[in-house]
């Protein structure tokens, strides 16, 4: 009598085909998540709407001074947060005449993306995204200086852009640059999650959920009620983030890491000296390494990765805002001394005088 058992070998190999089929699935490109409905501005802002070379609707907003506009900031968020994250901060620099354009880039905040909150391919589809926001800031004022003012995630895609020379930015202000993210507790080694695990995933799962953000946000703020605001922020991010993104974002390292003597515009680098996240030697690497001849580095001892909201954030935001000032009123001065010289240069040359006629007195005759 034949026996009814399946053999063993044809069992896995089933079981193997099923398995790549599935995983031959995962890997493909997600759809794009639903376009969303209804776009709402954040306190004192103005909101504007973007469609990509790839067919997503993007969000960004305006922040304008009531008065004359000293310069923009072109602000690019950081992870898990969004532009309207920013308000307090954006609403300062505009009663300081600073005018602040801030995107949601692709997957976050109340942009469109693809599939899974966080996902994206590479950082350079990040930096594509600001370049349509560098272009809303160049229509609205074609003549004004731009800053890029990138918040860690964001602080690599400001530097994207200046290596490739994407964006023709006047001055870099970069809050705690994750060039290299904490090897512990830190992006890529939570509860055992390591580069190599996520790069494993990623090849075949690119939208596996791998990093809590929960954990983020335990690490990212030290004053409970700042936390508690991004927990409370429906526009955040509070699940768990693809391993497509860790990916993306160490490749975006790299490529940095491997150009920063690229970087020459003024730099400002700020940073917490308890970032649990980002360690210290990140910003100090990148100071190092790029070739700014105006660079500056500030560390505030006691605050965290999230300076920009976290407490003691006031200290922060007047340190850029001097920055800002500064740099702003050298280019003043030096375009008004090149004014002056170009003014000088078109006066007409003054007439050259004749030469005086010599007069000859005859010599005696004797």
Request: negative net charge; charged residues 20%.
């Amino acid at each position: 009598m034949r026996s009814s058992k399946v053999p063993v070998f044809l069992l896995q190999t089933v079981c193997l085909a099923l398995l790549m089929a599935l995983l031959s699935a995962c890997s493909s490109m997600p759809s794009a998540s639903p376009e969303p409905e209804h776009l709402k501005a954040a306190e004192g802002a103005e909101g504007r709407r973007f469609r990509t070379a790839d067919d997503l609707t993007l969000f960004g907003q305006w922040w304008v001074p009531g008065g004359p506009v000293k310069a923009v900031v072109l602000l690019v968020h950081g992870t898990g947060v969004h532009s309207g994250f920013y308000n307090d901060w954006a609403n300062e620099l505009a009663a300081n005449g600073y005018a602040v354009f801030g995107i949601d880039l692709r997957g976050w905040g109340q942009s469109q993306g693809f599939g899974i909150r966080g996902y994206v391919n590479n950082y350079d589809e990040y930096v594509d995204d600001t370049y349509l926001a560098y272009r809303e800031v160049r229509f609205r004022y074609p003549k004004k200086a731009v800053y890029i003012q990138g918040d860690s995630m964001g602080a690599d895609v400001a530097l994207l852009a200046a290596i490739t020379n994407r964006i023709p930015a006047a001055g870099l202000i970069l809050q705690a640059p994750a060039l290299k993210p904490n090897p512990d507790i830190g992006w890529f080694h939570v509860g055992g999650f390591s580069v190599a695990t996520a790069a494993a995933v990623a090849q075949v799962m690119p939208t596996a959920a791998v990093f809590p953000m929960n954990v983020f946000a335990k690490l990212a703020f030290n004053d409970p009620d700042a936390r508690q605001r991004f927990l409370d922020d429906p526009l955040c991010v509070h699940g768990k983030l693809p391993a497509a993104y860790l990916i993306a974002m160490e490749d975006a390292s790299d490529r940095i890491l491997e150009h920063l003597s690229d970087v020459t515009l003024p730099v400002l680098v700020v940073h917490g000296g308890k970032d649990n996240l980002v360690p210290l030697d990140s910003s100090e690497l990148l100071m190092r390494k790029i070739s700014s001849q105006d660079k500056i580095f500030r560390v505030y001892d006691n605050m965290s990765h999230e300076l920009m909201h976290d407490s003691g954030s006031r200290e922060v935001w007047g340190d850029i805002m001097g920055w800002l000032d500064v740099r702003v009123q050298r280019a003043a001065d030096a375009q008004a001394q090149a004014e002056a010289a170009a003014a000088a240069a078109a006066l007409p040359a003054p007439p050259i005088p004749a030469p005086a006629q010599a007069s000859v007195t005859p010599a005696p005759v004797p």
